[in-house]
């Protein structure tokens, strides 16, 4: 994944610095993203689980992260039947990875479950992906999420970000 590092710090301005912020983000890869976000919450001591979708960035992310306390790095499969066994309720949830469009609302239930009320969702999607946009807004709308918005900021990804509702849906 090819991001500029000026418009992820960017990207990042939308994190309230309040505290007690959990952050998690569902990747493939190892990229700029998930080191500026491990930055932001080792300089406020935040927590970051990054869930990786590859053996790849498992073992790469593991590694690289295995001495910091805020981070937890794990191994997730897109089509499990759910994503955390804790009861922790997330602010954000960055989605880097690509999610096969059979699985899109099904990820979408079980992530629901997991954002704080009035939490964000943010889902990279290729850039000009008109129909995956269409696609995404209909579900994150399905799904109880509101103020759905796309985003220019990226050379190569347009951004969906999405806002959880409190007491909306089940």
């Given amino acids: 994944m090819q991001l500029e590092i000026e418009k992820v710090e960017q990207l990042l301005t939308?994190?309230?610095l309040y505290p007690a912020i959990r952050i998690m983000h569902f990747s493939s890869?190892?990229?700029?993203?998930?080191?500026?976000?491990?930055e932001l919450c080792r300089?406020?001591?935040y927590e970051y689980q990054l869930n990786c979708t590859t053996d790849v960035c498992f073992e790469k992310a593991n590694r690289k992260?295995?001495?910091?306390p805020e981070v937890v790095v794990k191994k997730i499969n897109v089509a499990q039947p759910r994503y955390t066994l804790q009861a922790k309720a997330?602010?954000?949830?960055?989605?880097?990875?690509?999610?096969?469009?059979?699985?899109q609302?099904?990820?979408?239930?079980?992530?629901?479950?997991?954002?704080?009320?009035?939490?964000?969702?943010?889902?990279?999607?290729p850039k000009d992906g008109l129909r995956e946009y269409h696609l995404w807004s209909e579900l994150l709308d399905e799904n109880n999420f509101v103020a759905t918005n796309r985003v220019n900021l990226f050379e190569h990804?347009?951004?969906?970000?999405?806002?959880?509702?409190?007491?909306?849906?089940?």
């Fill in 29 to 38: 890869g190892s990229h700029l993203l998930s080191k500026k976000i491990v």
């Fill in 157 to 170: 990804y347009d951004l969906i970000i999405s806002k959880k509702m409190h007491g909306w849906g089940s």
């Fill in 65 to 68: 992260y295995m001495e910091y």
């Fill in 14 to 16: 939308i994190i309230n």
């Fill in 43 to 45: 300089e406020h001591g």
């Fill in 90 to 103: 997330y602010d954000y949830l960055f989605v880097t990875c690509p999610i096969d469009e059979a699985e």
């Fill in 105 to 125: 609302n099904s990820f979408l239930k079980k992530s629901y479950a997991m954002i704080k009320n009035a939490g964000l969702i943010v889902i990279f999607i």
